[in-house]
């Protein structure tokens, strides 16, 4: 199964970005493709769970990595192939709401909701990360098409808060 994983992130001269696979050492590098995007493209067995990290080299030595736990990506068996557009997770600027002050007890889920499975065929998957969100409320995302509400609210899809402080349709 080939999947390609492409992100958007600025370097300067003389850096380039890695993508490091959870257990291992080794950084495989990214190709700049073009206007700050970069890609890979792995062969993975059929049916994986694939965890990573960014990372930022500069003359083959790391600088930094995304900030956070590792990226994951469940594939189903009968995958061929797979392109993902991720994102590099910077340090939030309210970074004190991802402390466990707030995730586990301010904002705290008290019955978080049934984890979702691995997205369908064809779908795509938004996951937002917002950790100041209180366990009364919800995030919801409205659009112009019939699956997201039509811009009504009552019909806006609301996110999952099964991996809080991550939110998933």
Request: charged residues 20%.
């Amino acid at each position: 199964m080939t999947i390609i994983l492409s992100v958007k992130y600025h370097t300067y001269w003389g850096e380039s970005l890695g993508l490091r696979l959870e257990g291992s050492e080794q950084i495989h590098p990214l190709t700049y493709v073009d206007a700050d995007n970069w890609q890979i493209e792995l062969d993975c067995p059929q049916a994986t769970t694939l965890r990573y990290n960014y990372v930022l080299c500069r003359q083959d030595e790391q600088i930094r990595q995304d900030w956070g736990e590792p990226h994951t990506l469940h594939i189903k068996k009968d995958v061929k192939s797979c392109r993902v557009f991720d994102t590099w997770n910077d340090i939030p600027a309210n970074n004190a709401f991802f402390s466990s002050a707030f995730t586990h007890s301010i904002y705290a889920r008290k019955s978080p909701q049934k984890t979702t499975h691995a997205a369908k065929t064809g779908s795509i998957l938004i996951q937002v990360k917002s950790a100041s969100v209180a366990p009364d409320e919800v995030l919801a995302i409205a659009g112009s098409c019939k699956a997201l509400g039509e811009w009504d609210i009552k019909k806006a899809v609301k996110m999952n808060d099964s991996q809080f402080p991550f939110g998933l349709p």
